[in-house]
């Protein structure tokens, strides 16, 4: 594995068997990590949005589970 920096980079080359998955989750979550760096929401706003999405989401899917 190589890991090199380029200008505003970081470039970082496997060798051409390794197994992609392992490293997508771990890029899913550097990408997480750099996206949310930005935000300015508290987390009483991020709690509240989960919870909100939650409920859609059960209001969307509960006739799938309740017969």
Do not use: C, H, P
């Not at 200008?7 to 068997?17: A, L």
């Not at 390794?18 to 300015?40: A, H, N």
């Amino acid at each position: 594995m190589e890991i090199e920096r380029r200008d505003n980079e970081i470039v970082i080359r496997v060798d051409e068997g390794t197994d992609l998955t392992g490293i997508q989750r771990l890029l899913d979550f550097i990408k997480f990590r750099e996206i949310t760096s930005k935000s300015k929401a508290t987390q009483q706003q991020i709690d509240d949005l989960a919870k909100q999405a939650k409920s859609s989401w059960w209001e969307e899917n509960k006739r799938r589970y309740i017969k």
